[in-house]
């Protein structure tokens, strides 16, 4: 194949979800209440621990601090996007901005991967070494772990972005979500090699993601003999299981099988995409007593300032 015909896809065109305009308009409304609303959420919880003193001297809410504002790049990635593909007949993206928005979705995806294993890790020493909490988990170790999460989605994205621009793109351009999968069906090439290296990649680093973190919640659980201790421990890491399990069954759905196509797949791609980084602050302040406290103390200061 020369290089001409490599290069004739200069845009792809992102499926809709329906061919009705009416339709279009009711999920534009929807899901800008969801991005909103995303936006609302994961800011008040990165202010409140930022303006809470205890929050902010605790290795757990700095560490929600920091996954607060990961969901907000992570839907900022695709959404905006998304909101405006409901708006536009065409829905098209050129190659270069598809090939860059896969590139952060990776590196953050990635990198709320990572770091919600450090938050797994968090929660072990506080429950089963407790005398030694805040000696292990000093402020400095807590600001290594949220780099080295940021650079391990980093490199993860950018083998998956190299793996991806190598191919070359000559037929159908039609995608029908914000992932991987999708776009290396288009190539006009044999992706089998590429598709069993994105699956150990993108695979591997999701499943063995969620082993780890199940498997850490467990040890907990089984370390603690009483009851009151287990009641504890399960208010606190239930919150923790509800986010693990809305961000990585979806992700593991789509990256650890081959890359065939489902119906499902696109609705899939939404839960992670968008509805995830909205339900994460609602989950955490809805059972979390210290950061609903801290909540109505910051808002009688702007009470009282205004």
Known sequence: ??????????????????????????????????????WIGNVLIMVTVASDNYLNSSPMYFLLGNLSFLDLCYSTV??????????????????????V???????VGAAEMFLLTVMAYDRYVAICRPLHYTTIMSRGLCCVLVAASWMGGFVHSTVQTILTIRLPFCGPNQVTSFDVPPVIKLA??????????????????????????????????VKIRSKEGRR??????????????LFFGPCIFI???????????????????????MLNPLIYTLRNKEVKSAMQKLWIKIITFT
Do not use: W
């Not at 590429?194 to 499943?207: C, H, K, P, Q």
């Not at 990256?255 to 696109?266: C, I, L, Q």
């Open 255 to 277: 990256y650890a099988r081959p890359f065939s196509t489902f119906s499902v797949d696109k609705m899939v791609s939404v839960l992670y995409n968008v509805i995830t980084p």
């Open 78 to 99: 695709t959404t905006p996007k998304l909101l405006a593909d409901f708006l536009d007949k065409d829905k098209l993206i050129p190659y270069d901005q598809c090939i």
């Open 232 to 245: 504890k421990a399960l208010s606190t890491c239930g919150s923790h299981l509800m986010v693990v399990t």
């Open 1 to 38: 194949m020369d290089e001409n015909q490599t290069e004739v896809v200069r845009d792809f065109v992102l499926a809709g979800f329906s061919q009705i305009p009416s339709i279009e308009t009711g999920l534009f409304v929807l899901f800008l209440f969801f991005y909103v609303s995303t």
């Open 188 to 221: 006009c090439a044999d992706t089998f090699v590429i598709e069993l290296l994105m699956v150990s990649n993108s695979g591997l680093i999701s499943t063995s993601s969620f082993v780890v973190l199940v498997s850490s919640y467990s040890t907990i659980l």
């Open 101 to 107: 928005q896969l590139f952060f979705l990776h590196f």
